[in-house]
């Protein structure tokens, strides 16, 4: 019976006990006050870690499908000198995820200098499917100017759009091949034509200043024309690129009597064309020498060659108007060497048209 | 309880305890809102520093750097380094760059596409920048290049001379 009524006394005093109450409400408040200030804190710091967490979430992903590509580049190297390196082959998509291709790079090494040249080419957006195989043939060949020689190892690979470095497949090197094997290129070029092989694309044909007195013929170099078709008369100069593939890799110095002759056969008589004698030209001041220094071509090395001492006067043109003809060359030299044995060579090579 | 007004009216002693919980209670209040004030702009300054660390935090995991090649030319001493910034976030400002532990703090950054100077690269966007190695980098070694962006992010590759 004690107890009850020690509580209930306890409970009607501290009612009545202003003081006591004010203290329990402000204290309610300063809690209150509190729960809300942590409570905002709480939830903002929530949401900005919920921000950081997504931010890492898309990274990783990115990440993710960057460690996923995966593209496989059956790629070749061609090399056409003196400027430009062509890119051909395919590219795999053996990934899960599409991929876009945004820059090629290519590097040249000179192996006798040993200097390495690069060039890249950007932009390219090529986009590859998953499971699309793109082809690099003809028009659609990704060339890259870059200053090279025939001789050079070139190597390239592409940049994707998520940053991956994608290397040319090893196995596509043209030019390891060749360098790693190289007498069988060397006998397929040697054996089927000679030694000596001719660049088409170089070819090049020039308007010669025909000197009188002590001025020398000569011809302007900057001003020599990539073409197959050439002014019917005039005196002319032809220059292009050889290299020696010579198999036992040995030298060879040509003679002057080295020559360029032209045939045409829809023209009437069907008599000889003129003959054009190999030449020293300077490619400075564009002076043909009237006497010939051997030249001597090295074993894998292109040379530019010059032939322009003309054997015809300007009329030679009366027969071969508008028509096409056919231009050999013939090669006649010595290899280098204690024994100087005798090397000739008759390359058939470009067909001209004159034009009337 | 009519009296009972009349004797605490009259009562003196009542009256000032009034008075004096009424001073109390507003005191209370007074400084409770200075507090409150206080706290609240306390808590939005923590917010504001917050919440830039964490978008500084934020924008750094976004960055992503790839370097596509890097050259050096013993005969000019001349390292050139090509780059791509592949991540989801643009502005990317190269503050140092150590090379095998030695820092270059002038960085000449260009575009690839045009060679235009530029102080940052945009999202997917490939610039270069050159510098001297001082000493110049012996031949047939290997090194490190170490890039630091404005953000701090780094990022590191290899390189033989």
């Known amino acids: 019976m004690l107890a009850p009524l020690r509580h209930r006394k306890k409970r009607v005093r501290l009612i009545s006990d202003s003081k006591g109450f004010s203290s329990i409400v402000g204290a309610v408040f300063a809690v209150l006050v509190m729960m809300s200030l942590v409570s905002t804190v709480f939830v903002w710091s929530l949401s900005q870690n919920t921000l950081y967490n997504n931010a890492v979430t898309q990274t990783r992903q990115a990440d993710l499908d960057r460690s996923n590509e995966n593209i496989v580049a059956n790629v070749t190297c061609l090399s056409l000198p003196p400027n430009t390196v062509s890119v051909n082959g395919t590219l795999e998509n053996d990934g899960p995820l599409s991929t876009q291709i945004v820059t090629l790079w290519v590097i040249d090494t000179n192996p006798t200098t040993h200097k390495t040249t690069y060039a890249s080419k950007s932009s390219l957006s090529m986009t590859l499917k998953t499971g699309n195989v793109t082809t690099l043939s003809g028009p659609t060949a990704i060339n890259v100017t870059l200053a090279n020689s025939a001789a050079d190892s070139l190597s390239c690979w592409f940049i994707t759009g998520r940053g991956n470095t994608i290397y040319q497949n090893p196995m596509f090197n043209a030019n390891i091949t060749i360098i790693s094997n190289p007498s069988s290129t060397w006998a397929l070029v040697a054996q089927g034509i000679g030694a000596f092989a001719f660049d088409f694309t170089s070819f090049k044909y020039y308007n010669v200043i025909v000197g009188s007195g002590s001025n020398p013929d000569r011809l302007v170099y900057s001003s020599g024309t990539n073409s197959y078709t050439i002014p019917w008369n005039g005196y002319l100069a032809f220059s292009f690129n ?50 010939y220094s051997p030249i001597t071509l090295a074993f894998n090395q292109t040379q530019e060659v010059f032939f322009a001492r003309q054997t015809a006067n300007p009329g030679w043109g009366v027969q071969q108007k508008n028509c096409l003809g056919a231009i050999n060359l013939l090669m006649y030299g010595t290899f280098v060497g204690p024994t100087s044995y005798e090397y000739a060579q008759n390359i058939p090579f470009v067909s001209l048209y004159a034009k009337g | 309880m009519k009296p009972r007004a009349q004797n605490l009216l009259r009562s003196g002693r009542a009256v000032s305890a009034v008075i004096s919980n009424l001073i109390l209670i507003g005191a209370v209040i007074a400084v409770g809102f200075t507090m409150l004030v206080w706290a609240q702009s306390q808590s939005s300054s923590y917010n504001n520093q917050y919440s830039q660390a964490v978008s500084a935090d934020i924008n750094q995991t976004k960055e992503r750097i790839v370097f596509e090649y890097v050259y050096y030319d013993n005969v000019k001493n001349n390292l050139t380094v090509y780059l791509m910034n592949s991540g989801t976030i643009g502005n990317v400002n190269i503050m140092t760059v150590y090379v095998n532990s030695t820092p270059y703090s002038t960085i000449n950054l260009k575009l690839l596409s045009t060679g235009a100077p530029t102080s940052s690269l945009g999202t997917s966007q490939e610039g270069y920048f050159s510098i001297s190695p001082s000493p110049s980098l012996p031949l047939g070694k290997n090194y490190w290049i170490d890039v630091i962006t404005r953000r701090g992010s780094s990022f590191v590759s290899t390189f033989a001379t």
């Open chain 1, 242 to 291: 050889l290299t020696n593939y010579y198999p036992n890799k040995q030298n060879i110095t040509v003679d002057g009597t080295s020559e360029m002759w032209s045939y045409f056969p829809s023209s009437p008589g069907q008599a000889n064309g003129p003959l054009w004698y190999l030449s020293n030209v300077n490619t400075t001041t564009g002076i043909i020498s009237s006497s």
